[in-house]
């Protein structure tokens, strides 16, 4: 792709132009003949399985289905699957942080046509879009992200289990690429249950269990600007473990998670939430507005999920039942079997059956073992 010189905020965006796509003909992956789509699910599947970061799953992705949508880049996006917030990214020769900050805006206040929901309720989980549309698909501030980059083509496909969203691919052609066809549009609709199953069988990977040996909850606070206003110090350190790859990251890539959350406090009627699987242990994010009129600034809070927030994840990751929920709940509570029996008014063979079923679904082998799994 070839860089696009701008003025002002669009100059800031171009200086995160992916330098793969200032090469004429350099695709991340070619296609090779006759993919099989079947092939392809269980390799996602395999992928998915091995994967030890979510950047390792996004380049086993971007490979395995390069076969029947090459690409120049892409960007893997994970949401919340109760509350629909973002909770990770990874992405390769994507756009940069601030253009990403300013997609999830679009997206977030609705200005975007093309959003997750919007693809899930449609029923056509693939949308196409160009650097020069026609007929206004997309909004005006999405297209100049386009040609500031130098994307001729993007496609995206929402991630989906029986209505359940799990995350959304982002696919990129540069502007001397060809542009994504309907043909290529049909083959990643072949590929969206896969590559939804694969995501989720990620994230269900990382066993639900808090960060331990985590430090005191920290908060960060922004102002109605999203001027980055006041950190503490185990702030600091909690938007660390949000980053892997810190050292090589900018402000926007470090913040990207405080700054979408804090957009969604701000949405009315929208749970400002997200549980963001770790390789220490599962994080939750939770904003609120400042006590203050009209102010617009926001309070995140990041800390170590308490098991508390974690069971609703549990229920949709591993298909645990409200009432399998409550046995749970008693046994980090402390009680004994006969006490669990008693308090749900349930025959102690009930409740014996309810943690049978409640290992077998998370791969626990033991009482002890899920609740020490939950327990900080």
């Not at 699957?81 to 756009?95: N, S, V």
């Not at 206004?136 to 992200?145: A, D, L, P, S």
């Not at 809070?301 to 409200?322: E, R, W």
Request: hydrophobic share 40%.
């Amino acid at each position: 792709m070839r860089r696009v010189a701008r003025s002002g905020a669009s100059q800031d965006r171009a200086a995160d132009t992916p330098r793969t796509f200032a090469r004429r003909g350099a695709p991340i992956h070619t296609p090779c003949m006759n993919p099989d789509v079947e092939l392809i699910s269980r390799a996602l599947s395999s992928a998915a399985a091995e994967a030890t970061t979510i950047a390792e799953l996004g380049k086993a992705i971007s490979k395995q289905i390069a076969s029947l949508v090459p690409h120049d880049g892409y960007m893997l996006r994970g949401v919340d699957p109760i509350t629909g917030a973002a909770c990770f990214l990874t992405k390769e020769h994507g756009y940069g942080a601030s253009f990403y900050r300013a997609l999830e805006t679009e997206e977030i206040l609705g200005h975007d046509q093309h959003t997750l929901t919007s693809l899930i309720r449609s029923g056509r989980p693939v949308a196409l879009l160009e650097s020069d549309p026609s007929g206004g698909r997309h909004g005006f501030q999405h297209q100049e992200i386009m040609n500031a980059t130098g994307v001729g083509g993007e496609m995206r496909v929402a991630l989906a289990t029986r209505g359940m969203a799990w995350g959304l691919l982002v696919l990129l052609r540069g502007r001397d690429s060809r542009p994504f066809s309907p043909a290529d549009a049909a083959n990643a609709g072949r590929l969206s249950d896969p590559l939804a199953e694969a995501l989720k069988q990620y994230v269900a990977g990382r066993f639900l269990r808090p960060v331990r040996s985590a430090p005191p909850p920290g908060i960060v606070v922004i102002d109605s600007s999203d001027t980055i206003r006041a950190v503490t110090r185990t702030g600091h350190d909690w938007v660390r473990r949000l980053v892997p790859d810190i050292e090589s990251a900018d402000e926007g890539e470090i913040f990207a998670h405080v700054w979408n959350i804090a957009l969604t406090a701000r949405q009315p009627g929208r749970q400002a939430l997200s549980r963001i699987p770790g390789p220490d242990g599962w994080i939750v994010l939770q904003a609120q507005l400042l006590d203050e009129p009209d102010s617009g600034g926001v309070a995140v809070t990041i800390q170590s999920a308490s098991s508390d927030v974690l069971l609703p994840a549990a229920a949709v990751l591993y298909g645990i039942t409200s009432r399998e929920q409550e046995v749970i709940r008693r046994a980090l509570d402390g009680l004994a079997v006969k006490q669990i029996a008693r308090s749900l008014n349930l025959s102690l063979h009930t409740v014996n059956d309810h943690f049978k079923a409640i290992y077998r679904k998370t791969g626990v082998n033991s009482r002890e073992e899920l609740v020490s799994s939950l327990s900080r």
